[in-house]
């Protein structure tokens, strides 16, 4: 079976644009997250969906949005590009959204701001 | 709020040695625990999980790791480390808050292996 999957792969913004981000979770799977992972530090949580509806949100401005769609696949959105917003975007999928549900990670985006 | 703190940022150890990757978390109840190990430029693959029960769980790979709550710790341990192990490890601990399902990672530590 396939893994979760990311695109793009690696992603050349400048400050300003928008971007966004696609994840396809492993089949049977109906929860999304979505971490972001700068540089030298760990993963940290941007959104998690189940069932298409936002069950949280980190400690991210209103510049990130992300939806869920009925295949579960889901979309991240980012507004008026910072430099800061340069690092490794990973999703990660469960089977649900709970806190002892093990977490599936695919090989993330990377999104370079200039 | 939950935390994790791997105090360790960078270990270096010899092929064929022993490993422990020290883990604290800071949680009032039994937390849900994990270890990943991420490869460079890749994402996270998960190593071991604790819930509840046996404080000794086994993963893949050859990795262990032990859950102290005396101690609030969660160490990983290989008794014998290989030189495709040189990567960065993370410890994590799920989200009891708001959001239910999200992992708190810590910074990781990123192991070198010598021949």
């Known amino acids: 079976d396939a893994g979760v999957t990311q695109s793009p792969t690696h992603l050349i913004k400048t400050r300003g644009q928008h971007v966004t981000l696609r994840c396809s979770p492993i089949s049977g799977h109906k929860s999304v997250s979505w971490y972001q992972q700068v540089l030298g530090q760990g993963p940290q949580f941007i959104f998690q969906?189940?069932?298409?509806?936002?069950?949280g949100r980190g400690n991210f401005p209103d510049r990130f949005s992300a939806r869920q769609f009925p295949n579960y696949s889901s979309e991240l959105n980012v507004n008026a590009l910072l430099l800061g917003d340069s690092a490794l975007y990973l999703c990660a999928s469960s089977l649900v959204a709970v806190s002892n549900q093990p977490q599936h990670f695919g090989d993330g985006t990377r999104l370079s701001i200039l | 709020a939950q935390s994790v703190t791997q105090p360790d940022i960078h270990i270096t150890v010899s092929e064929g040695a022993s490993l422990e990757l020290r883990c604290n978390y800071s949680y009032g109840a039994t937390p849900y625990l994990f270890w990943y190990v991420q490869s460079p430029g890749q994402g996270l693959q998960l190593l071991l999980k604790y819930f509840s029960g046996d404080t000794l769980v086994q993963g893949i790979k050859g990795f262990e790791a032990e859950f102290k709550r005396s101690q609030s710790s969660f160490n990983l341990r290989k008794p014998s480390v290989h030189w495709s192990d040189a990567a960065e490890y993370f410890c994590?601990?799920?989200?009891?808050?708001?959001?239910?399902?999200?992992?708190?990672f810590g910074k990781g530590t990123k192991l070198s292996v010598k021949p």
């Open positions: 969906y189940y069932e298409k509806e936002e069950r």
């Open positions: 994590a601990v799920g989200n009891y808050g708001g959001s239910q399902g999200n992992l708190i």
